[in-house]
């Protein structure tokens, strides 16, 4: 009961997490008792407009939806019955990214989560460092878990992505996509042969099969952008088996591919995952026209980038001094309101200089700010007291994670990494910091060892993970 809660909990956290990133109106209590009951089924689920966010490219979802979402817990037979999840109707439909003015927030929000992705690499790679070769085989609590997490089975139905420009060339525009009539990911063992893995195994297989895989390429293409793109509508237009008037760039093609996972227990020069593929006859044409607008798109994105790059490394520069507290949110304060108002228009007024010089200043000139080098030096100092501290107590005073998430937000990730490098010498050249930071590991180690053994392997973190914490 203990380990079906805990992998009930999981469940609703994996779902939580990876679902509310990408769609909208995910309600979290019918979730939790559908999860429950073994039986999850979400209908109509709307995406973000950033779903897509993760390719790096200058487009937004202007539409798009899943049909249905189900999956099935048989919670009274989880060690001989995997566990289903069946997607049925995915249809996206992108257009360019409207590029807005300078966004300080948005910029901010994204620079926080590039460096806290850094930073928690960073803290695997020095966990696994420190933990060297030793290996104590699988955890018993985490074994049952192992076991779901090796024989899920995935089947997806119906996926069409679409991206479509009328901006590139207005006079022709034209539209591109994905569509794939099917995938499954099912379990097997060793022999590629799909069964119920019972048993532990260093080595995940899974055999994923595609049918009717295939990419195309519309020239003075018909824009639903233009159309009514409620669900049902959209997915009347963007249906797959609509393919008469598709020009296929990549005709439809069936696919069966081999995949190993390597975990932790596996032999650590291994790589992670390793991929085959077997595929029919490929039969691939690209028209004089279509590669046209194959670089026109290329322009397209090539100068969006660029005109983000600007506003980037202009941000990036004047990061260290803008404030991260509105004058009109100062203003909400009731405490000591006109010390803290003054003190933070005297940041902003600060940052107004720094911006006008930095506008000033000529390409290929050098100067120092003496004021920057007097702040970064302090907050080294501080910054490698505390990280110190941090890995050689248990119990460290309770302003020190506030106040260490206080100059992560404010350091760049190599001024983190280069301090933590500092703090690693200072506690190796100390015998006693270096014993203290030992004991220290190994009592983290054992109070994470349920996280960090089944959700660390599948997903490469653990559940909750910050800079402040990580040791």
């Not at 079906?4 to 990876?18: D, G, K, Q």
């Not at 060297?132 to 089975?153: K, M, R, Y």
């Not at 500092?422 to 050249?429: D, G, N, R």
Request: hydrophobic content about 40%; proline content about 4%.
């Amino acid at each position: 009961q203990e380990k079906c809660t805990m992998f009930e909990s999981l469940v609703v956290s994996i779902l939580n997490r990876y679902l509310g990133a990408y769609v909208t109106g995910l309600n979290t209590d019918r979730l939790r008792v559908g999860v429950w009951q073994g039986d999850v089924q979400l209908e109509g689920l709307a995406l973000r407009k950033d779903a897509l966010r993760g390719l790096d490219l200058p487009i937004d979802v202007k539409a798009g939806f899943t049909g249905k979402l189900t999956m099935r817990i048989p919670w009274s037979q989880l060690r001989s019955k995997p566990v289903h999840i069946q997607i049925d109707d995915l249809f996206i439909l992108a257009g360019p990214a409207v590029v807005a003015g300078p966004d300080a927030a948005a910029e901010q929000s994204r620079l926080d989560d590039l460096k806290a992705k850094r930073l928690a690499d960073m803290d695997k790679a020095h966990a696994q460092e420190s933990d060297g070769n030793d290996d104590d085989g699988p955890d018993t609590q985490s074994s049952l878990v192992d076991i779901i997490l090796d024989n899920i089975q995935l089947v997806i139905h119906n996926v069409h992505v679409r991206y479509e420009d009328g901006v590139a060339q207005p006079q022709a525009p034209f539209s591109c996509g994905i569509t794939l009539t099917k995938m499954s990911a099912t379990a097997t063992d060793d022999a590629w042969q799909p069964r119920f893995v019972q048993e532990h195994q260093d080595v995940a297989h899974r055999l994923i099969e595609m049918e009717n895989l295939a990419l195309y390429w519309n020239s003075n293409s018909e824009l639903y952008l233009q159309k009514d793109m409620k669900p049902a509508a959209l997915r009347q237009q963007l249906a797959i088996a609509e393919t008469a008037n598709f020009n296929f760039l990549l005709k439809p093609v069936t696919a069966v591919g081999k995949l190993r996972r390597y975990k932790p227990s596996a032999a650590r020069d291994m790589p992670r995952v390793v991929l085959e593929v077997l595929l029919d006859t490929i039969a691939a044409v690209v028209s004089e026209r279509q590669y046209r607008d194959m670089m026109l798109l290329r322009a397209l994105f090539l100068k969006a980038d660029a005109d983000i790059s600007q506003r980037r490394a202009a941000f990036k520069r004047l990061q260290w001094c803008r404030p991260r507290v509105r004058v009109a949110e100062a203003m909400e304060y009731s405490e000591d309101y006109d010390e803290y108002h003054r003190s933070v228009v005297r940041q902003w007024w600060r940052f107004a200089f720094e911006a006008v010089k930095l506008h000033n200043r000529k390409a290929n000139s050098f100067s120092i700010d003496a004021e920057y080098m007097r702040r970064r030096l302090a907050m080294k100092q501080e910054y490698v007291q505390l990280w110190v501290q941090q890995l050689t107590s248990l119990t460290p005073d309770v302003n020190a994670a506030p106040r260490l998430k206080q100059l992560e937000q404010d350091l760049s990730f190599e001024d983190i990494s280069y301090f933590r490098s500092l703090a690693q010498v200072e506690i190796s050249s100390h015998k006693q910091l270096s014993d203290a930071a030992q004991r220290v590991r190994e009592e983290r180690k054992q109070q994470q060892v349920a996280a960090t053994t089944w959700y660390g392997w599948w997903f490469g973190r653990t559940p909750v993970a910050t800079a402040a914490t990580a040791a």
